[in-house]
């Protein structure tokens, strides 16, 4: 089943999702700075944190949606997570 996003659903996506990737950058730059001098933090720990942080963000966010929405979501993040690397990649 497709969702039915309206035009300003799907301005206002574009628009929190930047402000929120903005903010994220400030905020976790602030954050991790002390963790970049720890000798117990490796780089790949300090990655797969952030990454962890994120996803349980996601799932928050989530559980406030109703099932049909969420599971569809859920659904599609395998394809978007592929399709952002690729973009990043290249």
Request: hydrophobic residues 50%.
């Amino acid at each position: 089943m497709t969702m039915a996003l309206t035009d300003q659903d799907i301005e206002a996506i574009a628009i929190v999702s930047q402000a929120m990737s903005s903010g994220f950058i400030l905020a976790g730059a602030t954050i991790m700075a002390p963790f970049a001098s720890d000798p117990k933090i490796s780089p790949l720990g300090m990655l797969l944190g952030v990454a962890q942080s994120h996803i349980d963000g996601l799932a928050s966010a989530l559980a406030t949606l109703e099932p049909t929405t969420r599971d569809n979501l859920i659904a599609s993040v395998p394809a978007q997570l592929k399709a952002i690397i690729e973009r990043a990649g290249s």
